[in-house]
């Protein structure tokens, strides 16, 4: 069997609604995600990134290209695909009638687990996704975080080979974003594949092997974060407050972005020892840190925007 | 490669108790909901007592039919709500779980939980109209017949809707057309003569009629006995299907 638990290649996607021009969602992607990898999906709002969920995971028709799940083809056989995979949908929400430890149990259930494994898995999740406090309360009493917890909870006890989680960790905070990283973490060293989308660029960076960022339906680059980060000229960003007017000075030295304040170079390590002398010279204070995958996506996407 | 759970696709109904069961436990929480679904027919029940006593047989067993074919709204704001609110769909049907199981699941959940209110005007009807055990059972075989009629037809609208606010004025509109108007509550010889195949030809009504005649409270020709029971049959058994296709079809949006 195929070393790929995901491919796809040239897959297109218009959608056609009355009363509006046809939309190109996905203009041609082309993706791969290995076994046991986990790869982010980043894109602005409406790149198209729910649209490649919803056709990898067998709900959404593609208009042409193809696409396999272990080998399957997506399109012809879906109900092949379906028995390895679990999704935790875009604005998902549980039943609200039902208390998490429900949901989660009876899902697995649903998907033909044995009474024994679904009741371990069900205890597992709930405590991984710090939902034991409030598992036998019902949903509609959750917070939105809460809720948004026992999604998540819900679909990693499945334990699937090929996760889609589609912003899994929206509205959680710190701790329980967290939590879902490391039970993904988890769930990659048994054995499982997870493709996610996210904003949080951070989560992006922290959690996946490699990431594609997508941008109008197409793929604009993909790699590892740091592959990411070298790709926009530098690894090291300055921070210079009050240096707008001195935009050209710095130029030679790197990408600039003015936010009409401060300004932000982007450097190798090598060349900045020479940046910080010019900047004691004009009497600047300055700011050294590491370059983020946020930047990064910024100018990567910005560059994009700017081509069109 | 591993997978635990239903690995193949080769059983229609995998998941099916496990999804009966979690409609059922959603449900069961509504008991007001439970309660008003007896509304309508409640209030008819009071005023055929006071206008028409004599009529009182006739409007039970009416009550009974309109309750389980209102069943089918249930079902269709229940599908409609899970996937436009919840994403229940793409949860349960991106996995093992059959979509035959997904549809059967919320309409027999709501069957199990809303009949106890049926059960009940039953065991209130029997008060009123005596009847055989032969009686019985064909009165339930009817009921039970509107009750597959109108879930599938249910599930099937449900898949129309992309927002749950437009749902509520069709299907009220849908659901109280075809079980209020023609003769499911009243005798079938009071409907227009001319239009009487139409009304046969109306799983509610048809199977109103079926059972009027049964009691005595209607004489039906041979000819409108076959009519009804054919077109009853007929136009059930193919919702079914056409559902359960239906209901595989709509798994992926287009
Ligand atoms: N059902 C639909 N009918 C018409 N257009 C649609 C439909 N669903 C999505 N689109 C359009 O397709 C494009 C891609 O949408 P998609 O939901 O895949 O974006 P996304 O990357 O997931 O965005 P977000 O980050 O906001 O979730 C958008 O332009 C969107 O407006
Ligand atoms: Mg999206």
Redesign the interface.
Known sequence: ?TELALSSEDLRKVYFSKGAPPTEALAGVALEVRRGERVALLGRNGAGKTTFL?IA?????PTSGRIQV?GYDVDRT???A?????????????????SPR?QVY????????TRE?ARARTEEALEKMGLLECANR?SVTLSGGQRQRA?VA??IA????LL?LDEPTIGMDPFARRAVWESLRTLTRR?STILLTTHYLDEAEALSDRLYIIERGRVLVSGTAEDLKRSVGGTVKVLLPGASSMIESFRSFGTCVDDGDALTVIVTPERLGELMDLAVRSKLLATVGPVTLEEAFLRVVGRSIDED | ?????????TRAF??L???L??EV??????ELAMAASMLVQSVLLVFVYILAPALLGIAFVGAIIYSMFTMGNRVLNEAAY?RI?????????????SPE?YFLGIATGILVVYVAPVIVLGALAAFVVHFTWAQGLLLLGLAATVWVFSASVGYVFSTFFRDNRAIWAYSSLFFNIFGVLPPVFYPFRLWPAALAPVALLMPPSAAAALAQASFGFTELSSGEVLLATAGLLAETVFFLLFAIYWARRT????
Do not use: C
């Open positions: 069997m919803k995971s067998t709900l959404l028709r272990f879906p109900e092949k379906r028995p390895y995979i679990a999704v935790v949908p875009q604005e998902g929400k549980p039943f609200f009638h039902l429900e009876t899902y697995l259930r649903a998907r033909g687990l494994t019902l999604m819900t679909v499945t334990e699937a080979p889609f054995g | 490669m591993r997978t635990e759970g239903f690995a193949s696709s995998r998941g108790g496990a999804f069961w979690t436990l959603v449900q069961a929480h509504e899970i609110d919840h994403k229940a769909n793409d949860l349960y049907l991106a996995g093992p779980m199981s798994v992926r949006e287009k």
